[in-house]
């Protein structure tokens, strides 16, 4: 690191022009300090980063103005979004409109020359750091020849990805001058039982934690950030596989069954047997209507964990993985399974809790998938035009498990973009595969 406010890695260089603190426009509701919900004491606290591209010749500080404006008046629908997370053994939203963190910043380079495939190069320029004291930031740095990234950084308590997107939606609808499509619900009204039951089978599954154990967890091996494209055709076959037992299987268990044999592949010479996750939006399950908690803003998430003996992934075909990926989801899906996680964190606070795999600490190799297809891509238009790339990554150094994320691509052509947390051994052997299912992202894919 040259200095305080610069970021030099290889020839990618990115200084910080200035930095600045936007509050809620108007005045904020009375009530000034939210308790985190049962289940946002599951989230791990980790900062959640999304990453958009936009290619653009206007002026900085047109697109500087226009941010900062429309995220003000974001902020007064979002008002615990601009508040701060208490440092307490159980943490508290202080809504105190603190604000937000909005950083300019300057790289050296064309945006074309960005390391899009290899997010350990790139994503540190993208954020050259995270203040603590701020839950949700972001950086806006603009590049030689026009061009300009935006990232949007948010501590995990605040919600989840349902939450987040519809934070961004707002700020885009507002910058953009549109009808504003939601009505946040900030009440975290996930009241336990009385008295609060549950599944013994959740004391094998969770666990209480610290932030420093977060912060320390064990890994299984130095984790590469890598980002790649799926083409539609490679997403189709693998469902006509998946489904060719009878079942027509989504294309989320098809695609996970896929990555399970190659899991399997690659650690059956150390391991017996392999574990995979998903993650699950409890938002349906917990609500007799559909649309009741669809501005929900929190956390309402549960992980999904299916465990199998690698040599019989290997011997499986995708049909048959695909099988007990669909099982072990639906098993997760249920309003019971959601109450039963609301209760078993109310019978272990106060403190954090997080999942024993997640934080490296029980069985096998895992690896996690999330879905993000819902979440917003081509449609996060600020008014300097829609994004030419919209993904999602983390700036944390360790994970107990390895972590896929899949959403729509912004050429809204049913392809894929895919964030990947993996150890080296599983980027090879996915690079590898003759199928050539993972491409490299690069310039072929984004049209800059």
């Known amino acids: 690191m040259a200095s305080e406010d610069s970021n030099i890695h290889a020839k990618f260089e990115v200084k910080v022009v200035r930095k600045t603190t936007v509050r809620a426009a108007g005045p904020l509701p009375h ?10 004491l599951l989230s791990g606290r980790f900062p959640v980063t999304y990453i958009y591209l936009y290619k653009t010749t206007q002026s900085i500080h047109c697109i500087h103005n226009t941010l900062i404006d429309s995220l003000s008046q974001c902020l007064q629908l979002f008002y615990p979004f601009a508040g701060r997370i208490s440092k307490s053994s159980e943490p508290e939203i202080i809504c105190d409109n603190s604000g937000a963190l909005v950083v300019e910043a300057r790289a050296n380079i064309p945006l074309k020359d960005l390391d899009f495939y290899n997010l350990n190069q790139s994503l540190p320029g993208m954020v050259v750091s995270i203040d603590p004291h701020f839950p949700v930031q972001a950086q806006i740095t603009t590049y030689i020849c026009g061009g300009l990234s935006i990232t949007f950084t948010f501590d995990h308590a605040l919600g989840d990805a349902t939450a987040f997107s519809k934070f961004l939606i707002t700020w885009s609808e507002i910058a953009m001058k549109k009808p504003i499509s939601c009505s946040p619900d900030h009440t975290r009204n996930l009241p336990p039982r009385f008295p609060p039951t549950y599944n013994s089978s959740l004391d094998e599954e969770f666990t209480t934690c610290t932030m420093e154990e977060i912060c320390n967890m064990p890994t299984i091996s130095i984790l590469l950030k890598r980002l790649y494209y799926i083409d539609n055709s490679s997403i189709d076959r693998l469902q006509r596989l998946a489904s060719a037992n009878g079942n027509k299987k989504t294309k989320i268990e098809a695609f996970s069954a896929y990555l399970w044999k190659v899991m399997a592949d690659v650690v059956n010479k150390k391991h017996s047997n392999c ?10 399950r917990l609500s007799k209507n559909e649309n009741t908690m669809s501005n929900y803003i929190g956390n309402v998430l549960s992980l999904a964990f299916a465990e199998s003996d690698v040599t019989d992934i290997q011997q499986g075909s995708i049909a048959d993985i695909a099988d007990i990926v669909h099982k072990a989801i639906t098993m997760k899906r249920d309003e019971a399974h959601f109450m039963d996680l609301i ?5 272990h606070r106060p403190g954090l809790m997080l999942s024993k795999s997640v934080l490296g600490c029980k069985g096998p190799p895992a690896l996690v998938i999330s879905s993000g297809r819902r979440f917003p891509v081509a449609e996060l238009d600020f008014g300097f035009g829609s994004p030419v790339l919209g993904t999602v990554c983390s700036t944390i150094e360790r994970l107990g498990v390895g972590y896929i994320n899949q959403r729509q691509s912004a050429s809204s052509d049913d392809s894929w973009t895919i964030s990947a947390i993996l150890w080296p051994e599983m980027v090879e052997a996915l690079e590898s595969d003759p199928n050539h299912i993972f491409q490299q992202m690069n310039l072929t894919y984004i049209p800059l």
């Open 275 to 284: 574990k995979m996750g998903w993650l699950i939006d409890g938002r349906t």
């Open 31 to 40: 009530s000034n300090i939210i308790s985190l919900s049962n289940l946002d």
């Open 343 to 347: 209760d078993w964190v109310e019978c």
